[in-house]
Nanobody, 123 residues
Framework: QLQLVESGGGSVQAGGSLTLSCTAS???????MGWFRQAPGKEREGVAS????????FYADSVRGRFTISQDNAKNTVYLQMNSLKPEDTAMYYC?????????????????WGQGTQVTVSS
């Protein structure tokens, strides 16, 4: 039903910026959307979430203050603006959606996942 298409990854030097986008088809009202990331040899971790109904946002401690998640309801798209990128941000980033509670989203219990987009930050 719900399809997620993400884009915006790439390679950037430390201190640079990238913006990821995740465009959803279908109904996205009153669910959490955001990004997880996974680097080789690392566990998948939640990065940032937004509630599509109320717009509330939350960030992992590692990115808080550097990343900003936002949504454009007209385009049915969420964005992750990543500033002051660090090499440790290098990972495959996956858009995730579908959980209706905050805790379920952050534990990875989402019905829908994007295909992933690679972010590489060089020192």
């Amino acid at each position: 039903q719900l399809q997620l298409v993400e884009s915006g990854g790439g390679s950037v030097q430390a201190g640079g910026s990238l913006t990821l986008s995740c465009t959803a088809s279908g109904y996205t009202y009153n669910m959490y959307m955001g990004w997880f990331r996974q680097a080789p040899g690392k566990e998948r971790e939640g990065v940032a979430s937004i509630h599509t109904g109320g717009g509330s946002t939350f960030y992992a401690d590692s990115v808080r203050g550097r990343f900003t998640i936002s949504q454009d309801n007209a385009k049915n798209t969420v964005y992750l603006q990543m500033n002051s990128l660090k090499p440790e941000d290098t990972a495959m980033y996956y858009c995730a959606a579908g959980a209706v509670t905050f805790s379920n989203w952050w534990r990875g219990a989402n019905d829908y996942w994007g295909q992933g987009t690679q972010v590489t930050v060089s020192s």
